[in-house]
């Protein structure tokens, strides 16, 4: 079945960055366009970035020229690369297989000094 795993998450401050990882299986990874979304505390979950099948990228604006979504086909995992973390990017970040409702169980980001 479609499974996806998300890694990376944890602690950093403010200004830091932090890359975090989703581990797929159970789909032909290479055909389908990911995203990742997060939840803030007290908010609703978010389109943070999604790529295409062929790289081809888009942000929300809160996020743009900060973060960077990466996809490796040969190993069929999806990356976002966040940098220059400001508090409000605090959230549980989701990997999503954006055909269908499959989502990762989440990973914490949490930036505090």
């Known amino acids: 079945q479609v499974q996806l795993v998300e890694s990376g998450g944890g602690l950093v401050q403010p200004g830091g960055s932090l890359r975090v990882s989703c581990t797929t299986s159970?789909?032909?990874?290479?055909?389908?366009?990911m995203g990742w979304y997060r939840r803030a505390p007290g908010k609703q979950r978010e389109l943070v970035a999604m790529?295409?099948?062929?790289?081809?990228?888009k942000y929300a604006d809160s996020v743009k020229g900060r973060f960077t979504i990466s996809r490796d086909n040969t190993k069929n995992t999806l990356d976002l690369q966040m940098n220059s973390l400001k508090s409000e990017d605090t959230a549980v970040y989701y990997c999503?297989?954006?055909?269908?409702?499959?989502w990762g169980q989440g990973t914490q980001v949490t930036v505090s000094s």
């Open positions: 999503k297989r954006l055909a269908g409702d499959y």
């Open positions: 159970g789909f032909i990874f290479s055909i389908y366009a």
């Open positions: 790529i295409s099948s062929d790289g081809i990228s």
